[in-house]
């Protein structure tokens, strides 16, 4: 009993070990030329790509109004003795980036406004044409992150430490 035991380990192990010699790599990687993304494949990334072309837009939309707001923001503390030496800096670099990534921004537009393989629902209607704009759009976003050089989060991450230097006093209240 104890000879046949040792001789199901045996296979089991010989087995297992070939198998693990055997490559399992995807045959689609090795395609030079992998098949194109379904239509429904498209319509999501254009969707999405959309709600992130929109949601940059807020940013863009009056830059003068938006950066003004933070400034009284900053100027407020300022007049209440605080250190907003940091804030100032990342606000200043975030203003600069808007200015820069702006014609970045205008191309993207460009792009999603002509949606060349779509119509106006974001449906495909070319998928050839639909495939290019999805790429085209997804580097101009690139560009356009690229630009902007992490100045938003800088800024969000300054204030968040700014927020927390200088909280309230708690008093015993909870």
Do not use: C
């Not at 992130?52 to 863009?60: D, S």
């Amino acid at each position: 009993m104890k000879n046949i035991f040792s001789k199901i380990i045996s296979t089991a192990l010989i087995a297992v070990l070939g198998l693990a010699a055997l490559p399992v790599t995807n045959v689609l990687a090795a395609d030079d030329n992998p098949p194109a993304p379904s239509n429904e494949r498209l319509e999501r990334i254009w969707a999405r790509q959309m709600r992130i072309y929109e949601r940059t837009g807020k940013a863009f939309e009056d830059t003068d109004a938006h950066i003004a707001r933070f400034q009284e923001l900053i100027d407020k503390a300022d007049e209440n003795g605080k250190d907003v030496s940091s804030l100032q800096a990342a606000l200043d670099a975030y203003a600069d980036a808007l200015t820069k990534s702006r014609p970045a921004y205008e191309a993207l537009g460009e792009i999603m406004s002509a949606h060349e393989g779509f119509d106006a629902d974001g449906k495909v209607t070319d998928s050839e044409a639909a495939l290019a704009t999805v790429k085209e759009a997804g580097k101009q976003m690139k560009s356009l992150k690229d630009s902007m050089d992490g100045s938003l989060k800088a800024l969000h991450e300054a204030l968040k430490a700014f927020r927390k230097a200088n909280r309230p006093a708690n008093n015993g209240n909870s």
